[in-house]
T-cell receptor, first 115, second 117 residues
Framework: AQSVTQLDSHVSVSEGTPVLLRCNYS??????LFWYVQHPNKGLQLLLKYTSAATLVKGINGFEAEFKKSETSFHLTKPSAHMSDAAEYFCVVSARKGGYNKLIFGAGTRLAVHP | GAVVSQHPSRVICKSGTSVKIECRSLDFQATTMFWYRQFPKQSLMLMATSNEGSKATYEQGVEKDKFLINHASLTLSTLTVTSAHPEDSSFYIC?????????????FGEGSWLTVV
């Protein structure tokens, strides 16, 4: 079965410093992995996705994530945080079931960015 | 880019009434749509998978008679909360699978806030 574990429920950084949001996955086959961001009271926006191509995936807004099979990790990083990055971030794995793809969400990591 | 629209974005209804939420894929056809529920400060919980032209597949613990899902066309799925109660108040989000090779791309709606009073 597929699952994801987000290792930190809250992360707090100062503006201009690097961001690291950690995610480990469990999958019985080569997974599709995603990071989504959700701003308060809003829907979800896709930041990036990994689908068995390059292991380093670049997304929007300067975010990137590296797929590490040996560590079963897909951590999200950004070199320099901006105040507008404050939001909830979800690591997601796709599971194929019944002819369609089902998304399985991690518990989420709330990112706070301080001036 | 692909857009998924939900309507209404906010709705308040009286206890005991039913309320319908629509999810539309605006620029692609979606044979599969998903409905999620999100409690404050929590993750998304998949409620059901909506397949065009067939019955929805509900996740364990979700009452199918309570949450009616209809996927009438390739661009529209609806969620009807029947006989709503205050505990049904939540943020409901839909998503649509745009298909494609090399892995699915799923787009989310903006969500709908339901408040039952």
């Amino acid at each position: 079965a597929q699952s994801v574990t987000q290792l930190d429920s809250h992360v707090s950084v100062s503006e201009g410093t690097p961001v690291l949001l950690r995610c480990n996955y469990s999958s019985s086959y080569s997974p599709s992995l995603f990071w989504y961001v959700q701003h308060p009271n809003k829907g979800l926006q896709l930041l990036l996705k990994y689908t068995s191509a390059a292991t380093l995936v670049k997304g929007i807004n300067g975010f990137e994530a590296e797929f590490k099979k040996s560590e079963t990790s897909f951590h999200l990083t950004k070199p320099s945080a901006h105040m507008s990055d404050a939001a909830e971030y979800f690591c997601v794995v796709s599971a194929r079931k019944g002819g369609y793809n089902k998304l399985i969400f991690g518990a989420g990591t709330r990112l706070a960015v301080h001036p | 880019g692909a857009v998924v629209s939900q309507h209404p974005s906010r709705v308040i209804c009286k206890s005991g009434t039913s309320v319908k939420i629509e999810c539309r894929s605006l620029d692609f056809q979606a044979t599969t749509m998903f409905w999620y529920r999100q409690f404050p400060k929590q993750s998304l919980m998949l409620m059901a998978t909506s397949n065009e032209g067939s019955k929805a597949t509900y996740e364990q613990g979700v009452e199918k008679d309570k949450f009616l899902i209809n996927h009438a066309s390739l661009t529209l799925s609806t969620l009807t909360v029947t006989s709503a109660h205050p505990e049904d108040s939540s943020f409901y989000i839909c998503s649509a699978d745009s298909g494609g090779s090399g892995g699915n791309t799923i787009y989310f709606g903006e969500g709908s806030w339901l408040t039952v009073v």
